[in-house]
């Protein structure tokens, strides 16, 4: 059993920023990467980010490219989305989920699709004009 804890949305203004972590505890020896999504009330769920790792990012969402990065903290076991020059359209729940690599194909522009095991109990993050 793998478990992630989130921390670190909260409410903010435009053209602020967030960190956001979450932290994998259990049995993770098969790990391979984390996603982060999030979904706004009213909308699909949509993936943000996706981290190895080994390699680190690797693959940004265009809605979110040039303002939100990943990291990590192999030591810690934790994942990080930076989250840069919010505007009111990133309102929305974050999730991050653990996937131990299971390769599912691709989706729209070539983003890798991955069975994802675990996911966290997700995080707020309000952003007002």
């Known amino acids: 059993q793998v478990h992630l804890v989130e921390s670190g949305g909260g409410l903010v203004q435009e053209g602020d920023s967030l960190r956001l972590s979450c932290e994998v505890s259990?049995?993770?020896?098969?790990?391979?990467?984390m996603g982060w999504f999030r979904q706004a009330p009213g909308k699909e769920r949509e993936v943000v980010l996706i981290i190895s790792w080994r390699e680190g990012d690797i693959y940004v969402a265009d809605s979110v490219k040039g303002r939100f990065t990943g990291d990590r903290d192999n030591a810690k076991n934790t994942v990080f989305l930076q989250m840069n020059s919010l505007k009111p359209e990133d309102t929305a729940t974050y999730y991050c989920?653990?996937?131990?690599?299971?390769?599912?194909?691709?989706?729209?522009?070539?983003?890798?699709?991955?069975?994802?095991?675990?996911w966290g109990q997700g995080t707020q993050v309000t952003v007002s004009a």
């Open positions: 989920a653990y996937t131990s690599g299971l390769r599912l194909g691709e989706g729209p522009g070539g983003r890798p699709e991955f069975e994802y095991d675990y």
């Open positions: 259990g049995r993770t020896s098969r790990k391979y990467g």
